[in-house]
């Protein structure tokens, strides 16, 4: 067997563990980050695209009129960039000139898009950072400039439900009290609307098709993509408990397969779960926003819902120690 390159130990871990599952961000390489672009701008049933930019514009001079001058963003999961251009026009009409600092583990992926902004925007200077979350807050954190931290797509709600206090309360303790916090959540607690997005918006899905692909390239695998249903559970818990609902996301082989490179066999009915915790992505309702803000030392600046509040874009002031 090939020795297993470093960045690739913890999908191996992953893999041949009780429960085989995947670090949720190995679905994310260029061409996985490329394709869920595509998807989540086009889909019919999967709107939080459109849902987090319309709030976003809706209500930008909220967002960025209590900022200092000199703000420096900082993106989480920034993957195409595509709904923060309207925080980066308004931050350079007011300032003159920007620096923006994206995060994601898609390195290739938005060092092109970064070339493309300061192509876009001439005032603009781009700093990617290629790496997990929180290893890019840490990267800036010790940076003097006034810091709007965006983690928006709803791409906090896969962290592991367990992870996700421990990983407010680190944010908190990164940001200093002229930061803001702008986070966009999913409050679609609809269960047959929430399984009908991910099975209609995913099923027989290049997205899943090319995750299978880097599988078969990174591990000299032979597994047939077409052999794996996509399946989707709904898990609702109440809305006034901390606990928020999630949906459940995993791949079923549906024969017995092997020849991974790592020797990793998958049964006839066995599941591949697509993230780390028990959910792929969580659906909050507000009480369970503002607990999350509470226990973790913010305070709620903005609250802001589309029309049918099925989803949220909160500004969060980091609360004095």
């Excluded at 807050?137 to 983690?151: D, M, N, Q, T």
């Excluded at 589309?306 to 609360?319: F, G, Q, S």
Aim: net charge negative.
């Amino acid at each position: 067997m090939a020795a297993v390159p470093a960045d690739l130990k913890s999908v191996v871990s992953s893999l041949t563990s009780k429960r085989k599952h995947v670090p949720h961000w190995y679905l994310y390489d260029t061409r996985g980050s490329e394709i869920f672009e595509e998807i989540v701008r086009a889909s019919s049933t999967y709107k939080h695209w459109n849902h987090e930019h319309t709030l976003i514009q809706e209500h930008m001079k909220d967002i960025v009129g209590n900022m200092p001058s000199s703000t420096m963003p900082v993106e989480l999961g920034s993957g195409a960039s595509s709904k923060t251009r309207p925080v980066i026009e308004a931050l350079l009409e007011r300032q003159g000139e920007l620096t923006y600092v994206p995060v994601d583990i898609a390195t290739d992926y938005i060092q092109e898009i970064s070339r493309e902004l300061e192509r876009e925007y001439n005032a603009l200077t781009v700093e990617p950072f290629g790496g997990l979350f929180m290893d890019g807050l840490r990267h800036v954190a010790s940076r003097s400039e006034p810091k709007l931290l965006l983690f928006l797509g709803n791409s906090f709600a896969n962290v592991p439900i367990d992870e996700q206090l421990p990983m407010m309360k680190e944010i908190r303790a990164r940001l200093k009290v002229q930061d803001r916090f702008l986070l966009g959540l999913d409050m679609n607690t609809d269960r047959e609307a929430v399984i009908r997005a991910y099975r209609t918006g995913f099923t027989r899905c290049p997205w899943l098709d090319n995750f299978i692909d880097r599988l078969n390239k990174d591990f000299e695998a032979d597994m047939n993509k077409m052999a794996f249903e996509n399946t989707v559970n709904f898990v609702e818990n109440p809305a006034d408990g901390d606990t928020p609902s999630y949906v459940q996301q995993y791949l079923r082989s549906s024969t017995n397969q092997r020849k991974l490179d790592v020797t990793i066999d998958f049964l006839a009915g066995e599941r591949l779960y697509l993230a780390e915790g028990q959910n792929y992505s969580c659906k909050y309702s507000e009480h369970q926003v503002r607990r999350l803000a509470e226990l973790s030392n913010f305070a709620v600046e903005g609250f802001w819902v589309n029309e049918e509040a099925k989803y949220c874009v909160v500004c969060l002031v980091p609360n004095g120690k």
